[in-house]
């Protein structure tokens, strides 16, 4: 039957604030991040639904794990509403309740920040993906910048108890790599373009294979 995470307050926060296209970008890196996916695609931490919109039609199923009772919630009605065949279902990204190999694309935005294992995750991302499948990914991670980054240490334990246990510097590239993933092509930015002292401005995105 999968797993819950029930964290109201932060789902709550997380559907009125985060969970909504704010005209400042998002939209077009979340289209950026699902362009050309096809087949059967799994989505971990759906959240509220806000990338059901941007799949594109040569995606045959969704499959979308939310282990946030609220949020959950919210994403079934956002099902509903998607162009493409759509199911909801709860887990954890270490515990994502599909078949060994069964899937051809995965998507992540704004998880591997906060799972509580990250090598735990992406190797359940591993062993639902098929051979040659493609993990894509839209997370924020470790500044390139020494200063940046020790900034972004400073705040991470406020900011994790705050943000529903979200960390401002993991080098989650690099567990990417570490997992067996073979980059196929990733870019790094800022996000928003003009943030200053935001501690989850440093952003990738890009596209990983499961070998």
């Known amino acids: ?51 059901f919109e941007h799949y594109p039609p040569s995606v045959s199923e969704l499959v979308a794990i939310e282990p946030e009772p609220y949020l959950r919630a919210r994403a079934e009605k956002a099902a509903q509403r998607a162009q493409v065949p759509t199911r909801v279902m709860k887990g954890t990204a270490a515990a ?36 040659g499948g493609e993990l894509r990914f839209y997370e924020h991670v470790r500044s390139r910048r020494s200063g940046f980054a020790r900034w972004q240490r400073l705040v991470d334990g406020l900011w994790s108890r705050v943000m529903g246990g979200c960390h401002t510097d993991r080098n989650t590239l690099a567990a990417i790599t570490d997992a067996g993933f073979a980059i196929e092509r990733c870019r790094g930015f800022g996000f928003p373009p ?18």
């Not at 029930?6 to 009125?16: G, K, Q, S, T, V």
């Not at 991040?33 to 759906?46: N, S």
């Not at 309740?97 to 704004?110: A, F, M, P, R």
């Open 96 to 131: 994502l309740g599909l078949e060994t190999h069964s899937v051809d694309v995965l998507v992540v935005c704004g998880v591997l920040c906060s799972v509580p294992d990250q090598a735990a995750a992406l190797a359940e991302f591993r062993r639902v993906l098929r051979v």
């Open 194 to 211: 003009h943030a200053i002292c935001y501690p989850v401005t440093p952003r990738i995105l890009g596209v990983a294979r499961a070998d």
């Open 1 to 51: 039957m999968g797993q819950e995470i029930d964290n109201p307050l932060f789902a709550r926060f997380f559907h009125r604030f985060c969970g909504r296209d704010r005209g400042i970008g998002e939209r077009e890196l979340r289209r950026e991040l699902l362009a050309g996916a096809r087949g059967r695609v799994i989505e971990v931490g759906a959240g509220n639904g806000i990338n």
